[in-house]
Protein backbone atom coordinates (compact mmCIF):
# COMPACT_ATOMS: atom_id res chain seq x y z
CA UNK A 1 0.00 0.00 0.00
CA UNK A 2 1.44 3.37 -0.87
CA UNK A 3 2.43 5.83 1.82
CA UNK A 4 0.65 8.36 -0.55
CA UNK A 5 -2.86 7.60 0.49
CA UNK A 6 -6.61 9.91 0.25
CA UNK A 7 -5.84 12.04 2.96
CA UNK A 8 -2.03 13.22 1.66
CA UNK A 9 -3.53 13.59 -1.84
CA UNK A 10 -6.46 16.14 -0.40
CA UNK A 11 -3.99 17.55 1.32
CA UNK A 12 -1.03 17.78 -1.40
CA UNK A 13 -3.52 18.91 -4.22
CA UNK A 14 -5.17 21.67 -2.04
CA UNK A 15 -1.66 23.06 -1.06
CA UNK A 16 -0.34 22.88 -4.54
CA UNK A 17 -3.53 25.13 -5.97
CA UNK A 18 -3.23 27.57 -2.91
CA UNK A 19 1.31 27.57 -3.69
CA UNK A 20 0.45 28.35 -7.59
CA UNK A 21 -2.41 30.65 -7.14
CA UNK A 22 -1.00 32.94 -4.52
CA UNK A 23 2.12 32.46 -6.61
CA UNK A 24 4.20 31.52 -3.96
CA UNK A 25 7.74 30.47 -5.42
CA UNK A 26 9.12 28.78 -2.72
CA UNK A 27 6.25 26.71 -1.63
CA UNK A 28 5.73 25.38 -5.52
CA UNK A 29 9.80 24.84 -5.86
CA UNK A 30 9.32 22.36 -2.26
CA UNK A 31 6.84 20.49 -3.94
CA UNK A 32 9.63 19.14 -6.58
CA UNK A 33 12.71 16.92 -6.38
CA UNK A 34 15.59 18.63 -7.53
CA UNK A 35 15.99 17.30 -10.45
CA UNK A 36 12.20 16.24 -12.37
CA UNK A 37 11.21 15.32 -15.81
CA UNK A 38 8.99 17.52 -17.46
CA UNK A 39 6.52 17.73 -20.86
CA UNK A 40 4.54 20.82 -21.62
CA UNK A 41 3.99 22.22 -24.80
CA UNK A 42 3.22 25.56 -22.54
CA UNK A 43 6.18 25.80 -20.75
CA UNK A 44 8.68 25.44 -23.63
CA UNK A 45 6.53 28.02 -25.14
CA UNK A 46 7.10 30.11 -21.92
CA UNK A 47 10.91 29.66 -22.00
CA UNK A 48 11.73 29.36 -25.51
CA UNK A 49 12.16 25.66 -26.32
CA UNK A 50 11.66 23.29 -28.79
CA UNK A 51 11.15 20.24 -26.53
CA UNK A 52 11.64 19.46 -23.13
CA UNK A 53 12.21 16.38 -21.94
CA UNK A 54 14.02 17.45 -18.88
CA UNK A 55 14.08 20.45 -15.97
CA UNK A 56 14.93 21.05 -12.50
CA UNK A 57 14.25 24.04 -9.93
CA UNK A 58 16.08 26.09 -11.64
CA UNK A 59 14.33 26.02 -15.00
CA UNK A 60 10.80 25.60 -12.99
CA UNK A 61 11.88 28.65 -10.96
CA UNK A 62 12.98 30.60 -14.26
CA UNK A 63 9.18 29.50 -15.83
CA UNK A 64 6.97 30.39 -12.96
CA UNK A 65 8.92 33.94 -12.42
CA UNK A 66 8.05 34.39 -15.97
CA UNK A 67 4.04 33.22 -15.49
CA UNK A 68 3.74 35.14 -13.04
CA UNK A 69 5.16 38.52 -14.42
CA UNK A 70 3.63 38.04 -17.74
CA UNK A 71 0.40 36.42 -16.66
CA UNK A 72 -0.35 38.66 -12.96
CA UNK A 73 -3.90 37.51 -13.14
CA UNK A 74 -2.52 33.42 -13.06
CA UNK A 75 -5.25 31.22 -11.09
CA UNK A 76 -5.60 27.46 -11.63
CA UNK A 77 -9.27 26.29 -11.44
CA UNK A 78 -9.34 22.77 -10.93
CA UNK A 79 -11.75 21.16 -12.31
CA UNK A 80 -11.12 17.08 -11.07
CA UNK A 81 -8.50 15.32 -9.90
CA UNK A 82 -8.05 11.31 -9.39
CA UNK A 83 -5.72 9.45 -7.54
CA UNK A 84 -3.92 5.92 -8.13
CA UNK A 85 -0.97 4.63 -6.44
CA UNK A 86 2.27 7.07 -6.70
CA UNK A 87 0.59 9.04 -9.29
CA UNK A 88 -2.26 11.69 -9.69
CA UNK A 89 -3.97 13.41 -12.39
CA UNK A 90 -5.75 16.81 -12.42
CA UNK A 91 -7.64 18.63 -14.81
CA UNK A 92 -7.76 22.37 -14.64
CA UNK A 93 -8.05 25.80 -16.05
CA UNK A 94 -4.96 27.40 -16.76
CA UNK A 95 -4.41 31.13 -16.94
CA UNK A 96 -5.72 31.55 -20.30
CA UNK A 97 -8.53 29.49 -19.76
CA UNK A 98 -7.03 26.22 -21.48
CA UNK A 99 -8.42 22.54 -20.00
CA UNK A 100 -5.27 21.25 -19.04
CA UNK A 101 -4.30 17.61 -17.56
CA UNK A 102 -1.31 17.43 -15.91
CA UNK A 103 -0.37 13.64 -14.79
CA UNK A 104 2.22 13.87 -11.57
CA UNK A 105 4.22 10.80 -10.33
CA UNK A 106 5.85 10.94 -7.16
CA UNK A 107 8.37 9.35 -5.40
CA UNK A 108 8.17 7.96 -2.06
CA UNK A 109 9.16 10.45 -0.23
CA UNK A 110 6.14 12.79 -1.41
CA UNK A 111 8.25 14.88 -4.36
CA UNK A 112 7.04 15.38 -7.95
CA UNK A 113 9.47 13.62 -9.60
CA UNK A 114 7.63 13.87 -13.15
CA UNK A 115 5.34 15.21 -14.96
CA UNK A 116 3.53 15.67 -18.04
CA UNK A 117 0.76 18.41 -19.12
CA UNK A 118 -1.67 17.59 -21.71
CA UNK A 119 -3.39 21.04 -23.57
Known amino acids: MSRLNADWQRTFVDEWLSAWNKKDLEKILSFYQDSFA ?5 VCECLEI ?4 CIG ?6 FCKYIF ?6 VIC ?16 D ?7 ETMQFSFDGKIKNSIVYY
Not at 38 to 42: A, E, L, V
Not at 95 to 101: G, I, Q, V
Open 95 to 101: CLSRLAT
Open 50 to 53: RELL
Open 78 to 93: LVASSFKGESLTLHYY
Open 57 to 62: KKELEI
Open 69 to 74: ANYPEY
Open 38 to 42: MSSTF
